[in-house]
């Protein structure tokens, strides 16, 4: 996404993505992605500090604010992760499409090693 301005960060839905930040570093304690315990003491650029991760990113056509697609992450476990998201085989909403989402604790996805 280089060059372009994300609509979470400078654009249209940046006060909707700051609403739902605050909410989410409220009322959960867990990073989505690894499953372990989040220091909400420790601050950038420590790797273990607090972020918000995009379950589905932005650039695969996640929604940049909906509360839905975010989740409290450790900063180094979102890097990692990237614009990465896993397909969760034989998860199929009641309308028959298949699920796909980052959502899969305790989580096994080494995302260094990650070959998607």
Request: overall charge positive.
């Given at each position: 996404?280089?060059?372009?301005?994300?609509?979470?960060?400078?654009?249209?839905?940046?006060?909707?993505?700051?609403?739902?930040?605050?909410?989410?570093?409220?009322t959960?304690?867990?990073?989505?992605?690894?499953?372990?315990?989040?220091?909400?003491?420790?601050?950038?650029?420590n790797?273990?500090?607090?972020?918000?991760?995009?379950?589905?990113?932005?650039?695969?056509?996640?929604?940049?604010?909906?509360?839905?697609?975010?989740?409290?992450?450790?900063?180094?476990?979102?890097?990692?992760?990237?614009?990465?998201?896993?397909?969760?085989?034989?998860?199929?909403?009641?309308?028959?499409?298949?699920?796909?989402?980052?959502?899969?604790?305790?989580?096994?996805?080494?995302?260094?090693?990650?070959?998607?």
């Open positions: 996404m280089a060059g372009k301005t994300r609509p979470d960060q400078n654009g249209t839905h940046r006060s909707a993505f700051e609403k739902n930040k605050k909410r989410i570093y409220a959960h304690t867990v990073c989505g992605i690894c499953g372990r315990p989040v220091d909400f003491s420790l601050k950038y650029p790797p273990l500090s607090p972020c918000i991760d995009h379950i589905i990113p932005i650039a695969k056509g996640g929604h940049p604010s909906d509360i839905d697609n975010l989740q409290l992450a450790h900063w180094t476990c979102n890097r990692q992760k990237s614009d990465k998201i896993i397909k969760r085989q034989g998860t199929v909403e009641s309308n028959g499409t298949e699920v796909i989402s980052n959502r899969i604790l305790p989580q096994s996805t080494n995302w260094m090693e990650y070959k998607g």
